[in-house]
């Protein structure tokens, strides 16, 4: 159950632009990270350029004014080799079908235990037996 978050500069995306960057998340954690059919939860914050700070160098990397910083919060059940397919996955795909370059691609994932999500009804559905509300 991934919750995907995307932040980027205010203006440098048109609507097309973040729903195709949105559908490019979900088939690349649908084809890496196992997620289910429907288990789409994103949300896209734009922020004016002061309130947007980054590295524009950091760890040799050259960014642009066309960063996406994204964050999964995802549960704490894949190994490594499948969060790397994911990363390389979210790269290529925003990169070709997006037109992202890959320097402006920044991930970060975080993990949880599966007892701190509930989907709904105030339930834990993934260690909760009974999920009727």
Avoid at 19 to 44: C, G, H, Q, S, W
Avoid at 65 to 75: A, E, F, N, V, Y
Wanted: aromatic share 8%; net charge negative.
């Amino acid at each position: 159950m991934p919750l995907t978050q995307i932040s980027l500069r205010k203006g440098t995306k048109t609507n097309a632009q973040k729903a195709a960057i949105m559908n490019e998340l979900y088939r690349a954690m649908r084809e890496t990270i196992d997620v289910p059919d429907d288990d789409k939860f994103m949300t896209i914050s734009e922020f004016e350029p002061e309130d947007f700070v980054f590295g524009r160098h950091y760890m040799d990397i050259a960014r642009s004014d066309d960063l996406l910083i994204i964050q999964l919060t995802i549960s704490d059940t894949r190994p490594w080799e499948k969060k790397r397919a994911l990363l390389r996955r979210i790269a290529d795909g925003l990169e070709k079908n997006v037109g992202v370059r890959p320097e402006d691609i920044f991930v970060n994932l975080v993990e949880t235990k599966l007892e701190n999500w509930s989907l709904g009804h105030g339930i834990a559905q993934y260690v909760e037996k009974d999920t009727a509300a």
